[in-house]
């Protein structure tokens, strides 16, 4: 094998290259399905390779065969492309060897960016079998030359050359109604944004779109995984994937609940914020270390969600001042109710007491629900600027802490 110093070797570079897009080809139909489980109409039946890449069944309107194409680069429907003879080719047979009812089968492409080509547009176009026989001539035409001398076959390339002997050579009317059913359908180059542009025609709030989406994407990856792993063919039910659509729905998109974006800390990056002022106050009260952990990872991610929730929209910044005044007086009426339960005790025990008193409460933000370490996040924030504490002498012993 040759290989260079510079460039390694040819495979190794050509395989750098393809791979990507064998993956994202693979990964398509995948989002292809979900697309289409999430347009299609009640009672039917999706699938993904089991009558085509991604098909759709339905009692009423018959079946719709998917090839779908990722065209990361190069354009799957060119006049010339390989992938659109093959799978024309492979219709023709499917359609002679099956004897199927042609006219209740939709044959699509499906290609994740806009792409297009003459002779698969004239196919698009064409409603009617004077049409179809039409367009096919023309292409025929076009890549073979004229009849009878047909002067340009010599000349097709040879990956493409057996596919178009099996299409233009296929039963006449076969290939007429494969063609009179083709469409081609094209994505906007994001098939995952094109997931959620279907979602925002559902009455649905802006804000959660992205996690429906991605939340779905994943139901029918793990539907279908489920299904080849017990040797059964990726069949998926349209009314069970809308009944898991309007269950998770439900659950997310109510004005009562805050979704967290934020993830929790590794423990290195939770280590980086053990000096910092609110992590010494809960040293000043005894915390153990796991306890110091837990506050810096509700710290971190509370302060990640306040950002996330204000840039989305989701909450207005003003609620968030409204919310630090809320739980100062409730810090301070707790503080009180403290002194007075446990002032006999030493100021370890009243901090821990004030502390884990705090630590439940309970406060919505613009009426909705946040996440379990919101408000404990919040109260950490507070305690770092010095605005609330958990020792009964916090100000001055941080002030001796400083100065040591």
């Known amino acids: 094998m040759a290989t260079s110093r510079r460039g390694g070797s040819s495979r190794a570079r050509s395989r750098r290259t393809e791979v990507p897009g064998q993956a994202l080809g693979y990964g398509l139909q995948y989002t292809r399905l979900t697309q289409l489980l999430l347009q299609a109409p009640a009672g039917s039946f999706c699938s993904m390779e089991h009558l085509d890449d991604v098909a759709q069944e339905h009692t009423d309107t018959g079946v719709r ?52 080509g003459q002779i698969v547009e004239a196919f698009a176009r064409a409603r009617t079998q004077e049409q179809a026989r039409a367009a096919i001539a023309h292409a025929r035409d ?51 944004a094109d997931v959620e542009a279907i979602i925002r025609t559902h ?26 792993e017990e040797g059964k063919p990726a069949v998926i039910a349209r009314d069970a994937f809308h009944e898991a659509y309007a269950s998770y729905v439900r659950r997310i998109d109510r004005d009562t609940v805050l979704l967290s974006r934020a993830r929790r800390p ?30 810096v990872g509700d710290y971190l991610m509370a302060a990640a969600d306040r950002t996330i929730w204000a840039l989305s929209g989701e909450v207005d910044p003003s609620s968030f001042d409204e919310l630090d005044a809320v739980l100062k007086r409730g810090w301070k009426n707790k503080k009180r109710a403290c002194t007075v339960a446990h002032g006999s005790k030493v100021d370890e025990q009243q901090g821990q007491a004030l502390y884990a008193d705090c630590m439940d409460i309970s406060v919505p933000v613009q009426a909705m629900q946040p996440p379990g370490h919101f408000i404990p996040g919040c109260l950490h924030r507070l305690a770092d600027d010095l605005l609330i504490g958990w020792h009964p002498d916090y100000e001055r012993q941080i002030k001796l802490w400083k100065a040591a």
């Open 65 to 116: 065969l998917i090839q779908s194409k990722s065209a990361l680069t190069a354009n799957p429907v060119a006049d010339r492309a390989k992938s659109l003879w093959k799978t024309l080719s492979n219709w023709a047979t499917l359609a002679t060897d099956t004897g199927c009812d042609l006219k209740r089968v939709a044959f699509e492409i499906y290609v994740s960016r806009p792409v297009g």
């Open 142 to 192: 076009m890549l073979w030359g004229p009849p009878p001398d047909f002067a340009l076959k010599g000349t097709v390339a040879d990956d493409i050359a057996p596919y178009l002997e099996c299409v233009f050579n296929a039963h006449a009317r076969c290939l007429e109604l494969i063609i009179c059913n083709f469409q081609l359908t094209v994505g906007t180059g994001s098939p995952q």
């Open 203 to 228: 009455p649905v709030s802006p804000a959660r779109v992205g996690d429906i989406a991605d939340h779905m994407c994943g139901v029918v990856k793990r539907m279908v995984d489920q299904l080849l």
């Open 266 to 295: 590794s423990e290195e990056e939770s280590r980086g914020q053990l000096p910092k002022v609110f992590v010494q106050q809960l040293d000043l009260i005894g915390m153990d270390f796991e306890d110091k952990l837990e506050a």
